[in-house]
């Protein structure tokens, strides 16, 4: 049973840290990461630009808007992955279109749950070389 725990403790951490709200810095490190602009990043995080901005000025997120920053990190980093920890490539191919994703880019499919457990899955078919 306590094993059970443990192995557990990695995402109770991240509940609390997003039941919380995240640091604004968290954004501030997908604008860096993603080589993005404030605005886009709001469009990918379904965060009103003038919400984001007063965010930033209060220094923390909203748990939902933590959640969804986990969401599009969390892509990020398979993505990186994916391309053996060459974040160019990854962020490249996150903003390319994809036939596998209706010839949309994985990081805006990615702005729904639904859109990025489908961008999850993609990614594991293709570290296991199944294309289709």
């Known amino acids: 049973m306590a094993s059970s725990i443990s192995a557990h403790q990695p995402t109770?951490?991240?509940?609390?840290a997003i039941e919380r709200g995240f640091p604004y810095r968290r954004v501030e490190?997908?604008?860096k990461e993603l080589n993005e602009t404030d605005a886009r990043i709001a469009h990918l995080l379904q965060i009103a630009p003038r919400t984001?901005?007063?965010r930033k000025q209060e220094g923390t997120l909203k748990p939902d808007e933590s959640e969804r920053v986990d969401?599009?990190?969390g892509i990020f980093r398979l993505a990186t992955e994916l391309f053996e920890g060459d974040k160019t490539e990854a962020v490249k191919?996150?903003?390319e279109p994809n036939?596998?994703?209706a010839n949309r880019p994985p990081l805006d499919f990615s702005r729904t749950e639904i859109g990025a457990r489908e961008?999850?899955?993609l990614i594991g078919r293709l570290e296991h070389g199944v294309f289709s």
């Open 99 to 101: 036939r596998g994703l």
């Open 52 to 54: 984001l901005a007063r």
């Open 93 to 95: 191919w996150l903003k």
């Open 29 to 31: 490190n997908l604008i």
């Open 12 to 16: 109770l951490r991240r509940i609390r």
């Open 119 to 121: 961008v999850e899955n």
């Open 71 to 73: 969401r599009i990190d």
